[in-house]
């Protein structure tokens, strides 16, 4: 596609609830990373993906939090029984190998 | 760890105003550094980037040089216009574009031009 796509653009749970985010990345880029930007913070760097493997996973914030790609192409973020504080903004990136990342809209994630 | 350090916002200025946004960095070893821009709206967009001491960043008239010796990566536009109001990040990596340990980012300026 043109640009990186997310999906929903915005989510609204109730606490406990399980949560998936959708990333599709530009057409080509092997290279797949996760943000998220809590209220008045920077991005929070998550999980990186050079085509379905991760590498390092610590940037996680819990092991509520998992994350799988599909080759080179969509990944999903998955919050497990989720917590207020996990109410932020998710980014999304790709870039063809470790060049410039492109950045999708981002999925705003509301847990009540 | 690495980290990134910019001034708080908002920062309100007439229109042709000279601007400066104020970045600091820690880092270990040579990182690449980035200014983002975020136009309301829209998604984060690459503005500049250095890669190496002294190098100078410049797009859309706005500039940044790589400052070792002050660990520093100011931006600067002489004349700022009202399509300029958006939120500015400043961020390092310790490659290129980011790598396995993806882009460290301040927390974000928010800059408002005033006609």
């Known amino acids: 596609g043109a640009g990186v796509s997310q999906s929903p653009s915005n989510k609204v749970t109730e606490k406990g609830k399980d949560v998936e985010l959708r990333c599709d990345p530009i057409s080509g880029h092997t290279a797949l990373y996760w943000y998220r930007q809590r209220l008045g913070q920077g991005l929070e760097f998550l999980i990186y993906?050079?085509?379905?493997?991760?590498?390092?996973k610590s940037g996680l914030p819990s092991d509520r939090f998992s994350a799988e790609r599909t080759g080179e192409s969509v990944s999903t973020l998955t919050i497990q029984r989720t917590q207020q504080e996990d109410s932020a903004v998710y980014l999304c990136?790709?870039?063809?190998?470790?060049?410039?990342?492109?950045f999708g809209p981002g999925t705003r994630l509301t847990v009540l | 760890g690495d980290s990134v350090t910019q001034m708080e916002g908002p920062v309100t200025l007439s229109e042709e105003a000279f601007l400066t946004i104020n970045c600091t960095y820690t880092a270990t070893g040579y990182p690449s550094l980035f200014w983002y821009v975020q136009y309301p709206g829209e998604g984060l967009q690459l503005l500049l980037k250095?890669?190496?001491?002294?190098d100078k960043g410049s797009n859309k008239g706005f500039e940044a040089t790589y400052r070792k010796e002050t660990t520093s990566f100011h931006l600067e536009k002489g004349s700022v216009q009202v399509s300029d109001s958006a939120v500015y990040f400043c961020?390092?990596?310790?490659?290129?574009?980011?790598?396995?340990?993806?882009?460290?980012f301040g927390k974000g300026t928010h800059l408002i031009i005033q006609p």
């Open positions: 993906f050079q085509g379905n493997s991760a590498p390092d």
């Open positions: 250095a890669t190496k001491a002294d």
């Open positions: 990136a790709s870039s063809f190998y470790d060049n410039e990342q492109f």
């Open positions: 961020a390092l990596s310790d490659q290129s574009g980011g790598g396995a340990d993806g882009l460290t």
